[in-house]
T-cell receptor, first 114, second 115 residues
Framework: NAGVTQTPKFQVLKTGQSMTLQCAQD?????MSWYRQDPGMGLRLIHY???????DQGEVPNGYNVSRSTTEDFPLRLLSAAPSQTSVYFC?????????????FGQGTRLTVV | GESVGLHLPTLSVQEGDNSIINCAYS??????FIWYKQESGKGPQFIID?????DKRQGQRVTVLLNKTVKHLSLQIAATQPGDSAVYFC??????????????FGKGTHLIIQP
């Protein structure tokens, strides 16, 4: 059982480059989300999805796009990378329903924009 | 804006002692709280949760206390071990059915275990 898998683990980009951070989960969870974690700060929500075909913005969505074409995958796209997007990115998923909202996190992607 | 925060950025305890990590929240509408542990280089891991209709919940060596009157949450770790060294985050959810999208995280407390 892989849980939540993020790729790549590390990435260095030049300013203006684009890239996609991949996230996949094998738990058939409806909810998926992306967070960024910066030094001295907690995780901040970028985008989230409550199911395939549905996405919405979180606290810090600017500069990022997402799509959710399948239940399993939730990629995060940086269209034109900026140094301010240097951070550690975490993908999370959780099952639907009211009884259990525990979020399972991936191992993170450490992104550096130079 | 309303936020979840922690009182101390770093907590140092002796191995074998009990640890108490505190968290203050400001949104009285929050109805679900979770503590996460994050080890260096890893993603957050669920420790324990509590709903707003409870005051206390116990797990294995961990206890979460919720004081709604003062909007305070604490995580108690009994007999701390070297493996407990990590950053601990509290998180709140406004709607218990909100799933991962509804999590608001505090800034974290770094727990250091001294031998």
């Amino acid at each position: 059982n892989a849980g939540v898998t993020q790729t790549p683990k590390f990435q260095v980009l030049k300013t203006g480059q684009s890239m996609t951070l991949q996230c996949a989960q094998d738990m058939n969870h409806e909810y998926m989300s992306w967070y960024r974690q910066d030094p001295g700060m907690g995780l901040r929500l970028i985008h989230y999805s409550v199911g395939a075909g549905i996405t919405d913005q979180g606290e810090v969505p600017n500069g990022y796009n997402v799509s959710r074409s399948t239940t399993e995958d939730f990629p995060l796209r940086l269209l034109s990378a900026a140094p301010s997007q240097t951070s550690v990115y975490f993908c999370a998923s959780s099952q639907t329903g009211t009884g259990d909202t525990e979020a399972f996190f991936g191992q993170g992607t450490r992104l550096t924009v130079v | 804006g309303e936020s979840v925060g922690l009182h101390l950025p770093t907590l140092s305890v002796q191995e074998g002692d009990n640890s108490i990590i505190n968290c203050a929240y400001s949104n009285s509408a929050s109805d679900y709280f979770i503590w996460y542990k994050q080890e260096s280089g890893k993603g957050p891991q669920f420790i324990i949760d509590i709903r707003s209709n409870m005051d206390k919940r116990q797990g294995q060596r961990v206890t979460v206390l919720l004081n709604k009157t003062v909007k305070h949450l604490s995580l108690q770790i009994a007999a701390t071990q070297p493996g407990d060294s990590a950053v601990y985050f509290c998180a709140e959810i406004l709607h218990s059915g909100g799933g991962a999208d509804g999590l608001t995280f505090g800034k974290g407390t770094h727990l250091i275990i001294q031998p």
